[in-house]
Nanobody, 120 residues
Framework: QVHLVESGGGLVQAGGSLRLSCAAS????????MGWFRQAPGKEREFVSS????????LYADSLKGRFTISRDNAKNTVYLQMNSLKPEDTAVYYC?????????????WGQGTQVTVSS
């Protein structure tokens, strides 16, 4: 079992930045890849980014490359999502999950989500 807790969401103006954190407990964090997804109202959950166990291999949604950066600190059992140059269309609930790939079905454990709201 893995317990994931996201934090760092909030309200930010367009062009601003936020860093999301996801603290993991339960399974040995260092063995598993992690990912971030987001879900806007009325839309399906979509892939944002993922990172392998060592941090040496990352994936990003094409539309987010260059603005978002995923990283992890295995000593702290935490994965991060640095979001820069935020746009109103980035508004969503952001979820971290344990797994690897670009589909929600590739992931087995999910956090409760953190709300990110970008005002224009």
């Amino acid at each position: 079992q893995v317990h994931l807790v996201e934090s760092g969401g909030g309200l930010v103006q367009a062009g601003g930045s936020l860093r999301l954190s996801c603290a993991a407990s339960g399974r040995t964090f260092t063995r598993y890849s992690m990912g971030w997804f987001r879900q806007a109202p009325g839309k399906e959950r979509e892939f944002v980014s993922s990172i392998n166990w060592s941090g040496g291999n990352t994936l990003y949604a094409d539309s987010l490359k260059g603005r978002f950066t995923i990283s992890r600190d295995n000593a702290k059992n935490t994965v991060y999502l640095q979001m820069n140059s935020l746009k109103p269309e980035d508004t969503a609930v952001y979820y971290c999950a344990q797994g690897y790939g670009t589909k929600p079905s590739d992931y087995h454990y999910w956090g409760q989500g953190t709300q990110v709201t970008v005002s224009s």
